[in-house]
């Protein structure tokens, strides 16, 4: 079981940065994949980024590639992080970070295992 509680979501000027936080508790951290998805009003869930159990490879959707950052602390803060700059309007959305347990895709919603409760994101333009 593992339970993941995101944070730092909140309302930007076009062009702002945030930092989302997700920590996680439960089974241990540096053993599995975590992603962050958002959805919009009316659209379906996307993929946004994802990195693997001990950061060496991330992966970022084409609309966030040099903007958003993936990133996760495996010692005593056991976090994933996206650091997200230069944003957008079309970036609003509520953000959902999510353990991979078991190997699969990265990109798809349906191989991730557990997710937070999410944190909206409101950037203004």
């Known amino acids: 079981q593992v339970r993941l509680v995101e944070s730092g979501g909140g309302l930007v000027q076009a062009g702002g940065s945030l930092r989302l936080s997700c920590a996680a508790s439960?089974?241990?951290?540096?053993?599995?994949?975590m992603g962050w998805f958002r959805q919009a009003p009316g659209k379906e869930r996307e993929f946004v980024a994802a990195?693997?159990?001990?950061?060496?490879?991330?992966?970022y959707a084409d609309s966030v590639k040099g903007r958003f950052t993936i990133s996760r602390d495996n010692n005593a803060k056991n976090t994933v992080y996206l650091q997200m700059n230069t944003l957008k309007p079309e970036d609003t959305a509520v953000y959902y970070c999510?353990?991979?347990?078991?190997?699969?895709?990265?990109?798809?919603?349906?191989?991730?295992?557990?997710w937070g409760q999410g944190t909206r994101v409101t950037v203004s333009s």
């Open positions: 439960g089974r241990t951290f540096s053993t599995y994949a």
């Open positions: 990195i693997n159990w001990n950061g060496g490879n991330t992966y």
């Open positions: 999510a353990a991979d347990i078991r190997p699969g895709s990265y990109y798809s919603s349906r191989d991730y295992d557990y």
